[in-house]
């Protein structure tokens, strides 16, 4: 098993955005992220056994940390480095939030990336490589 502090995932959320709006953006992306990369055996997966027996499966043996930006132009600039250096993450801006998926994805596609709001990012990598873009963002609260 990898060392538990070489790897982390860090959602960073815009806190100008309504809490419920954060809290299903973080659904989206986490689940992007956990399942669109083909990386799970990287994600340090495992399953918990309580004392009768029961199975709590595929809890990350890594940190999940959630960080505040306090605006969309701090997660672009995070998307950007992000990109730059090979990261692996999900996004999600405000033209994911009305209407079907379809409708998402053709608002998305006729909206420029300067014009995006960002609800937030959410990453997975090397705890290092991570912290050197990120530990400027406090925890969010």
């Known amino acids: 098993m990898t060392a538990e502090n ?52 595929n809890i990350s043996n890594f940190a999940f940390i959630i960080l505040k930006a306090d605006n969309s132009n701090q997660i672009r600039k995070v998307r950007t480095e992000a990109l730059s250096r090979g990261v692996k993450f999900t996004d999600f801006t405000h033209t994911m939030i009305v209407g079907t998926s379809k409708e998402q994805i053709e608002r998305t596609k006729n909206t420029k990336e300067l014009d995006l709001e960002y609800f937030g990012i959410c990453m997975f990598g090397d705890s290092e490589v991570l912290k050197e873009f990120t530990s400027k963002f406090s925890l969010f609260n």
Do not use: C, W
């Not at 959320?13 to 992220?33: D, F, P, S």
């Open 6 to 57: 070489s790897k982390r995932f860090i959602a960073i959320l815009n806190k100008k955005i309504e809490v419920g709006r954060l809290m299903n953006a973080l659904g989206h992306m986490t689940a992007g992220l956990s399942g669109g990369f083909g990386i799970q055996d990287q994600m340090g997966f495992i399953p918990y056994i309580d004392g009768d027996e029961g199975l709590h499966p």
